[in-house]
């Protein structure tokens, strides 16, 4: 038997957050209407077609022209088109349905398949050997020279016309720089020099990485792991003071040679290329990484780079005698909302989901974590129902949507769902007053609190889209606001003129704005008679206003 969802089930969360934003930036366009079958435009990259049909609240099709649908993704444009709908025909958002078999709404692990968890790169050290390695040329073991035969593949690679590499040759001019550093490397290995051996194979690395085919069809992992393997050699030829010397290097986020190997692969090497000493040591590289990251990070993004370390630094921990249990390193960083996120995140992937109902509870108090931990709602809540937890989830929902101002629309009613009607006639003002999320004018239209949209609009300069709206409830602050704006946007030295036309066009469409209008204009042109483009364009507006509107004109 076929089975119904809400229709937000069918899309990813992100693909749904940002078809609100085109929602409510108005980029849905020329709507029409054919029986059950909607048709739009919606503006994104390009100008997309959109259709969906509705029947008794159901989505029965849609499509749309853009490259992510047609790739077999449901795209952002078919939301805001939907959301358009929605408003168009008055039909709530958690009351329209799609249809979905083999799908239940609550089915976690359908739910847990479909949606898009952080993902770390990691690399597992191969440990190639290099035995018997024979080239067509004689490696050099001067670093200045290596430079210089990377610098001539290149030149000879290069289109001088255009002054750049085609990309089918990119590859070539890789692999033939790669191998003459590995073939320096190898060479100068055997002369036992370690630490000349690797700062070869580092300048190596540097030229080849800022040739201008490294790029080329994401060829530069394929060569960094390729330079993760001779490192791991050279190390394996180390004594234990150039390990040290190598270890301090591979952990030294700030140097300058960070930028050339990903901290993938310095994690692999520390972790493996070792065996098992210098225990010690490798924590404290891997403890500075991740407090570089974490503590010194600007922004969220560079944060989210001390997770792999700190994955690291807890393998590194396990293998010490007495080492820590797994979980206590992650609760010395706690104070950090991407690792509360990551944790969030294994517990939702793991088979102790019920651990969320502790873990929420004990961080619910930091704000950053729970606005990012928002967009696993829709796994969170299956967790809660399907343990009959229904009136935390609420809690937890009253906390999102009032202490925290985040959230959605269709989470506001779900929490509208449980509340008694006593409480919310008495708390209904309250309430909305407080949150702030997107599509919260929704909310204030079905409500009829047409001030707070006025105040709303108002704030996002958005009023043009809910004139209509607003007409019959707010007619003189309208008219008030479109003369403010009409003031400050004509007021000298003042430039742009359409801005200014556009605020009379609006005034006009609100019973009594005309009279406004003509009063402004007249105003205008005594006060500034010497800007003669827009008060020709002034004149036009009043000459025909003059003409086709009934004025009682003093």
């Not at 990813?12 to 435009?41: M, P, S, W």
């Not at 290069?158 to 890789?174: H, L």
Request: glycine letters at 4%.
């Amino acid at each position: 038997m076929e089975q119904f969802v809400m229709w937000k089930d069918a899309f990813d969360y992100f693909v749904c957050k940002r078809g609100r934003a085109y929602f409510n930036n108005g980029y849905v366009d020329a709507i029409e209407k054919q029986d059950t079958l909607y048709h739009a435009r919606v503006y994104g990259t390009k100008v997309y077609n959109t259709m969906i049909e509705v029947s008794n609240n159901e989505i029965v099709q849609m499509k749309c022209s853009c490259p992510h649908f047609q790739s077999g993704n449901n795209c952002k444009h078919l939301v805001a088109v939907i959301l358009e709908v929605c408003e168009k025909e008055d039909i709530l958002e958690n009351q329209l349905y799609i249809r979905a078999s083999k799908k239940k709404e609550h089915d976690y692990l359908d739910r847990l398949k479909s949606f898009s968890f952080q993902t770390f790169d990691a690399y597992q050290l191969k440990k190639l050997a290099f035995d018997n390695q024979t080239y067509d040329f004689e490696p050099t073991t001067d670093f200045q020279e290596l430079l210089n035969r990377i610098e001539d593949i290149s030149d000879g690679y290069t289109d001088y016309y255009d002054d750049y590499i085609d990309d089918q040759d990119s590859e070539v001019v890789i692999d033939l720089a790669y191998e003459e550093i590995e073939a320096s490397v190898l060479q100068t290995l055997k002369s036992k020099d370690i630490l000349k051996t690797y700062e070869i194979l580092w300048e190596g690395l540097r030229a080849i990485c800022i040739l201008d085919t490294i790029d080329s069809n994401n060829y530069k992992k394929t060569i960094q792991a390729k330079i993760c393997e001779l490192i791991y050699v050279v190390i394996k030829e180390a004594n234990d003071i150039e390990k040290k010397v190598i270890l301090k290097s591979l952990g030294n986020i700030e140097g300058s040679n960070h930028i050339f190997l990903d901290d993938t692969y310095r994690i692999s090497l520390i972790l493996d290329a070792f065996d098992n000493i210098l225990l010690e040591e490798r924590e404290s590289v891997i403890r500075n990484a991740v407090d570089v990251y974490l503590k010194q990070g600007m922004s969220q993004h560079y944060q989210d780079n001390g997770i792999p370390w700190l994955i690291a630094l807890n393998q590194i921990i396990k293998r010490k005698p007495n080492g820590t249990k797994n979980n206590d390193i992650f609760e010395l960083y706690s104070d950090f909302e991407c690792v509360l996120v990551y944790q969030l995140e294994q517990i939702l992937q793991s088979d102790k989901k019920t651990d969320v109902f502790a873990f929420i509870d004990k961080n619910k108090s930091k704000p950053q974590f729970m606005s990012m931990a928002v967009k696993y709602n829709d796994l969170i809540k299956s967790i809660y129902l399907d343990n009959r937890k229904e009136h935390d989830y609420y809690e937890l929902l009253r906390c999102w949507l009032v202490d925290y101002n985040i959230g959605d629309y269709t989470m506001y009613h779900v929490f509208l769902k449980q509340v008694s009607p006593l409480w919310w006639k008495t708390n209904k003002r309250k309430f909305i007053e407080k949150l702030d999320f997107d599509g919260i004018a929704r909310v204030y239209k079905q409500e009829g609190y047409h001030d707070l949209l006025f105040a709303y609009a108002k704030k996002i300069d958005q009023m043009d889209q809910y004139v209509e709206i607003l007409v019959p409830y707010c007619t003189n602050d309208l008219i008030t606001y479109y003369e403010e704006r009409f003031i400050e946007l004509s007021t000298p030295p003042a430039k742009i003129h359409n801005p200014i036309i556009h605020a009379l066009e609006m005034l006009r469409k609100i019973p009594g704005g005309t009279q406004k209008v003509y009063q402004l204009i007249v105003a205008y042109l005594e006060m500034y008679p010497g800007r003669k483009i827009l008060n020709a364009k002034l004149r036009e507006i009043k000459e025909d206003i003059e003409i086709h509107d009934e004025l009682v004109l003093e």
